[in-house]
Nanobody, 120 residues
């Protein structure tokens, strides 16, 4: 079992930056793919970034490529999402996700979500 707790959301102006963090509990963290999803009002949840268990492979949605960066620290059981050049369309609830499988998949474990609001 893995429990995930996100932090770092908030209100930021367009062009600004935020860093989201996800703290995980459970011994399997270091062997799992970690992902960040987001869900905006009236839109489907989408995966914006994923990182392999070793951190050696990453995957980004086209909409955030070049602006967002995912990283993990297996010694601290944390995964971060550095978000730069934020746009109003990045406004959403961001969720940490964990589990085995491919970078493009979805794991069974979810955090409670953290709100990111980007003002124009």
């Amino acid at each position: 079992q893995v429990q995930l707790v996100e932090s770092g959301g908030g209100l930021v102006q367009a062009g600004g930056s935020l860093t989201l963090s996800c703290a995980a509990s459970g011994r399997a963290f270091s062997s799992y793919v970690m992902r960040w999803f987001r869900q905006a009002p009236r839109k489907e949840r989408e995966c914006v970034a994923a990182i392999s268990w070793s951190g050696g492979m990453t995957h980004y949605a086209d909409s955030v490529k070049g602006r967002f960066s995912i990283s993990r620290d297996n010694t601290k059981n944390t995964v971060d999402l550095q978000m730069n050049s934020l746009k109003p369309e990045d406004t959403a609830v961001y969720y940490c996700n964990s589990g085995p499988g491919l970078l493009g998949g979805t794991g069974p474990y979810w955090g409670q979500g953290t709100q990111v609001t980007v003002s124009s």
